[in-house]
């Protein structure tokens, strides 16, 4: 297959052999050719983690999205920080589809993997489909690089290969070359073959170059030499892509039918420092942000850090208690008190956040989740921390989760998490992984007159009358629609109080052992949360006529392959209905009827079911779990496989989810669908 997705003919199965021997660059351009036009493509770059892949697959999805193109993106990093140079442990991958349409996954498989070096063609050709088109670096096809990469024979030679079709291109010895006149030492200029790859690349899809060569002269500022290598590798690789004639054509795929406004392109992280920033503005408090760095949160610090002018403060602490801890401080003050972490740092910050439920205060935790337990799998997705986040404090301590669904809406969520702190004086959980959070996609700047206002309504004077007649300010003296209680930050006369971890007594707040007290107390914290539903959206259901009896119910990251695969049942005739759940504590209020309307139930999770376990809790409803933990994404070929599973299952069935059978405390056992999409009986 070519890089436009048809079948291989005889003049690309030559591209091997004739590549090898192109080792020179002309600076003249072929004549006018057309290019075939595709409605989307999927590209894996893949090379060591120093060899710039992530740098590339930013500028290639940064022009792509300039060009109009829909995208979405999954930057794939090894764990280890620098692994030993070409071995398996050290390849780092970004995979990315564009299209001229609505897409909501990064693609299941790519059609084109550009592999740097043996160890990244090793680590994936496995996720190649037959008939893929597989782009070498034939120069770093040595004997010492194969053998690291664990290759007793070369596979460009062993016919390992055959089911793709396979261009090697010098990418290594032409960049080397072409850098020579400037004066740039072999070795540095070898540095610049990613460049190289790139520009290849943008010429195979139509990209063009102009933006990337504007960003290299920036970049590089006052490094003229790493400057001129890699401007001269980049248009080596698209004069190459011209002249070498390896190619039938190139490809275009056109801009997508996008609703009208103003476009960029967006990381997870990104979209959630955004938030942050837009919350504080539309709340009228300044934003603090007290963190310890943590893969995958930090780039959260680090683009907070450059927007000091809109009242930003951040603070990097010695360790995550000192972090959550300052950000609950700050919350005292009257600021908009943040932390952010993974799950590590959660466990560490769990004794704080039991003191922002005593002191009912406003407070965002912001867990972006990875692999666990321990150290786990740091650079690796999962969603695996909602039980944590649910009872990971000791005692009757409930918090709001609220969950991003996609890049971009981490934006909306963390605003709508600021409200919910704001609103009801109390921590709130922010639930992303590390798949949204270096995922990206278009997003449409929104208007700010459409952000939602949020109120601080501090205190502004006494509240109660003691049995003197005297007027005085009771802390914990509650709204009666909310249960919230004042926020008085401290310096304003009259309204001085005292706080603590110490159970307080209803209303004035003031240090109690009284049991009935600390029940009553128990209870007013428990009902303030619940309450919460009564102001959150109800259940969003997508069902298309309402006839489905399947209903997929997801969080979190899993929207875009759930969706996805929703699409391709439908277009095969079937009915399915999509629910995604943002609020994740309370649960919207209807959500119990939504899920007794529909004769089974998926829940997909990229852990062993937790979201299942507490549906079935709640609403004593046998939903099946679908679940995969494997540091990766679910891919929408295996929702698809799943949900025609169930619709089968459901159709040669009476009616009951005997698709799933459960142990005690609601694991799922026997009914569980593994990640080929089956569901076992």
């Known amino acids: 297959m070519t890089p436009s997705g048809r079948p291989a003919t005889e003049r690309d199965r030559m591209a091997r052999k004739s590549s090898s021997k192109r080792s020179t660059v002309s600076d003249t351009t072929m004549n006018e050719h ?67 349409h609505d897409i909501l996954t990064p693609g299941d498989a790519p059609n084109v993997l550009i592999a740097m070096n043996p160890a990244a063609l090793k680590a994936n050709v496995a996720n190649l489909p037959p008939g893929a088109t597989v782009i070498v670096n034939v120069d770093a096809f040595e004997e010492r690089n194969l053998t690291k990469a664990g290759y007793d024979v070369n596979p460009l030679t062993d016919g390992s290969l055959s089911a793709y079709t396979v261009y090697e291109i010098p990418m290594t010895s032409i960049t080397t070359e072409v850098s020579k006149d400037a004066g740039v030492k072999p070795r540095d200029a070898e540095r610049s073959k990613n460049f190289f790859a790139l520009g290849l690349i943008c010429w195979l899809y139509t990209r063009p170059i102009d933006a990337t060569a504007e960003w290299i002269k920036s970049k590089y500022e006052g490094k003229f030499l790493v400057m001129e290598a890699n401007l001269r590798a980049l248009k080596a690789g698209y004069h190459f892509g011209e002249t070498a004639e390896l190619f039938e054509s190139s490809y275009e795929v056109r801009p997508a039918t996008l609703e009208p406004g103003e476009y960029v392109n967006i990381t997870g992280n990104t979209a959630t420092a955004w938030g942050l920033i837009a919350a504080a503005k539309q709340s009228g408090l300044p934003l603090f942000l007290g963190t310890y760095p943590i893969t995958p949160a930090s780039d959260i610090l680090h683009e907070l850090s450059k ?73 690796k997705t999962e969603q695996a921390d909602l039980l944590h986040a649910m009872y990971g404090r000791h005692g009757e301590s409930p918090l709001p989760i609220v969950a991003a669904k996609t890049p971009s809406h981490c934006f909306e969520a963390t605003i709508e998490a600021v409200r919910l702190a704001v609103k009801y004086r109390t921590p709130v959980i922010l639930l992303s992984d590390g798949y949204l959070a270096n995922g990206t996609e278009p ?62 007594a209803d209303g004035s707040g003031n240090v109690s052992y009284d049991g009935d007290n600390h029940e009553r107390m128990t209870r007013l914290r428990a009902a303030k949360i619940a309450g919460i539903a009564n102001d959150i959206p109800p259940t969003d259901v997508d069902d298309e006529d309402g006839h489905a ?50 004769r089974r139930v998926l829940v997909p999770e990229v852990n062993m079911g937790q979201l299942s376990r507490l549906l079935r809790a709640e609403y004593l409803v046998d939903v099946v779990s679908f679940t995969q933990v494997k540091g990766i994404p679910f891919r929408a070929a295996s929702m698809e496989s ?40």
């Open 443 to 504: 997003w449409r700047l929104p208007d700010v007159a459409d952000l939602p206002v949020i109120d601080p309504d501090f205190a502004s004077g006494p509240n109660h009358t003691d049995e003197d007649g005297n007027e005085v300010f009771w802390p914990y003296l509650r709204d009666e629609t909310t249960l919230a209680r004042p926020w008085a930050p401290p310096g304003l006369a009259g309204l001085e109080h005292r706080i603590g971890g110490l159970e307080k």
């Open 34 to 100: 057309v290019s075939e036009v595709l409605d989307r493509v999927i590209l894996r770059f893949a090379g060591d983690s120093g060899d710039g892949i992530q740098l590339v697959g930013d500028q290639f999805t940064t022009v792509s999205a300039l060009f109009g193109n829909d995208l979405a993106t999954f930057p794939d990093f090894p764990a280890e920080i620098r692994a030993p140079a070409g071995t398996l442990a050290g390849v780092s991958a970004f995979q990315v589809q564009i299209s001229d």
């Open 642 to 681: 799943a949900i025609l599973e169930l619709i089968r299952a459901e159709d040669g069935g009476d009616g009951r989810s005997d698709a799933v059978t459960s142990s005690v405390g609601g694991t799922p056992v026997d009914g569980t669908v593994p990640a080929d999409g089956k569901v076992s009986h």
């Open 307 to 379: 927007h000091k002018e809109f009242g930003v403060r951040t603070f990097q602490a010695e360790d995550e208690i000192a972090g959550i801890g300052a950000a609950l401080g700050a919350a005292f003050g009257g600021a908009l008190g943040v932390t952010t972490t993974s799950g590590p740092g959660v466990d560490l910050k769990a004794e704080m956040m039991g003191l922002g439920v005593s002191l009912e205060l406003p407070l965002l935790i912001i867990n972006i989740q990875r692999g666990g337990p321990s150290t786990g799998l740091p650079t």
């Open 549 to 598: 009896d399947v209903l997929v119910v997801g969080w979190g990251s899993t929207y875009g392959a759930i969706a996805a695969g929703v699409r391709r049942v439908r277009a095969k005739g079937h009915k399915v209905a999509h629910a995604h759940l943002v609020h994740l504590n309370p649960f919207p209020a209807d959500l119990g009827d939504v899920l007794r309307r529909y």
